[in-house]
């Protein structure tokens, strides 16, 4: 697992108090992972903090995965 | 006119500096245990006041769910803590109580202090840029802490969060006694709670003069009703209380602490924070209480006071119950429980409340600890339960809270007929 996939699975682990084993790549955060509306802005925020790094509103929408997460971090970085 | 509707206590939860459950609490309080120490939940070395009641040994994933309980600030994890054991303590079968005749009515003063300082911190520390948690908002409205004990059992009765500074939870407690008694609801869970023992919170009230300094011997800092009492002492916690409508209790066989047989409001209109000296609206609270509840002075046997151990408040509320009680006042038991809690401000009310349906149900007034010199403006006939508890069969109590703002609201219980 690459740098980013690891960090930003302990994030998505400690905000949404999840099992490390349920941070798939294809795990939904609202279908999978119990996440509301506030925690996926809250999640998003944190990306942002942990990476250095502006995801706009209108492409934070797309990100609906863990793995769209660490893709749209890789290619932002 | 419709006929009002009789009211009755039916369970009981505490989270308090002195005791974590109604029984600890209880314990504390017939003990004369004072909850005062150095403050932990921050450095305090550079504050005028260095100490407070906190609550101790609490840890909220004890009892809530790691991520919701990160999604609340203390003053509504205490929240969540006490109405859960008061609904225990009930007995309630949340199952099978109609949900829609349930209500939640929560007094807190201030709110989700702690939360608003750290994301204004946050923000006053960074570059300008708005980056605000989502959850900064709905943590912190005083409101949250009864929304969030609804959503946790489904009760969809009346529900909203009371503001009268440090009357606020009584203010709850008459406003869920009032909903019962016209038929809004059969069941509501009231009380307070608050956590402003911050940076903020002792910042703040230290710069009002209004805390005690006595930073080398914080446990007998908070001394209502002594000569040398310079202040109160900040506390934290929460009281809940599930209050039901009579026949309704009896319906299902639930124990039966008390009844709520009144409660009274005014207001000082005089200063933003100071008492009036003469304790007018004091006087006029007690008797409004008095008159709400159909009883006649002689039939008050204790007043759990607000009497916060400040020069000014405590002769103001004395003079005041002697004003409304005469020469009978001599002859009831009148404590301060903020001798041992401290002041917990938006949750003095309800933690206050429960302490008089103790009494009542021990026969025990706890006591006015830490007094040792006489103060010459108080009367001295008056019996102030000093130091030690005293046994007394205690049919009918009151309650006294006053909020910074000139808010005043007296609650009155007596025990089943």
């Known amino acids: ?77 | 006119m419709m006929k009002l509707k009789r009211v009755v206590v039916t369970g009981l939860g505490a989270l308090t500096p002195i005791g974590n459950t109604i029984d600890e609490y209880w314990n504390g309080l017939v003990n004369g245990v004072s909850g005062a120490d150095l403050i932990t939940h921050f450095d305090p070395s550079k504050f005028k006041t260095q100490f407070a009641c906190e609550v101790k040994n609490f840890d909220a994933t004890d009892f809530i769910d790691r991520k919701e309980s990160r999604r609340m600030d203390p003053f509504a994890q205490y929240a969540m803590v006490t109405s859960d054991e008061a609904l225990k303590d009930s007995g309630l079968d949340i199952e099978k109580v109609d949900k829609l005749r349930v209500g939640v009515i929560w007094g807190a003063g201030i709110g989700g202090l702690k939360t608003f300082q750290e994301e204004v911190t946050n923000f006053a520390l960074g570059d300008g840029s708005p980056r605000f948690n989502p959850f900064f908002i709905p943590k912190m409205i005083a409101d949250i802490a009864p929304g969030l004990i609804s959503i946790k059992h489904g009760f969809m009765g009346p529900n909203y969060t009371t503001v009268s500074a440090c009357a606020s939870s009584a203010n709850a407690i008459i406003d869920a006694l009032n909903n019962i008694r016209l038929g809004n609801a059969d069941v509501i869970i009231t009380g307070g709670s608050e956590a402003a023992v911050t940076e903020a919170g002792m910042g703040g009230f230290n710069a009002m003069h209004a805390m005690s300094t006595r930073n080398d011997d914080p446990k007998s800092a908070s001394r209502p009703f002594d000569a040398n009492r310079d202040g109160f002492v900040l506390g934290e916690g929460s009281g809940a209380l599930v209050i039901e409508e009579y026949e309704h209790a009896v319906a299902r066989g639930a124990k039966i602490y008390a009844e709520v047989i009144g409660g009274g409001l005014s207001s000082d209109a005089y200063h933003m924070t100071a008492p009036h000296p003469e304790g007018l609206g004091v006087v006029a609270v007690m008797q409004n209480c008095l008159r709400n509840a159909g009883l006649k002075p002689e039939d008050v046997d204790a007043i759990n006071t607000h009497g916060t151990s400040t020069p000014l408040g405590d002769v103001a509320e004395l003079k005041a119950i002697g004003k409304v009680f005469g020469d009978y006042a001599k002859n009831i038991n009148i404590n301060s429980t903020k001798s041992m809690t401290g002041h917990l401000l938006g949750a003095a009310g309800a933690v206050e409340a429960i302490a008089s349906i103790l009494a009542m149900e021990h026969g025990i007034v706890p006591p006015t600890i830490n007094h040792s010199t006489v103060d010459e403006n108080i009367d001295p006939a008056l019996n102030l339960t000093l130091n030690k508890a005293q046994k007394r069969e205690v049919n009918v109590a009151m309650s006294n809270t006053f909020g910074f703002g000139g808010h005043n609201a007296c609650v009155v219980f007596k025990k089943l007929d």
């Open chain 1, 1 to 77: 697992m690459s740098d980013i996939a690891s960090r930003v699975k302990a994030i998505i682990v400690d905000k949404l108090g999840v099992d490390e084993n349920e941070v798939v790549p294809e795990a939904s955060f609202t279908n999978d992972l119990g996440a509301d509306s506030l925690d996926t802005v809250e999640l998003i925020m944190e990306f942002e903090k942990e990476f250095d790094i502006q995801i706009p509103d209108d492409q934070a929408e797309n990100i609906a995965t863990v793995g769209q997460a660490v893709k749209y971090i890789e290619e932002a970085k």
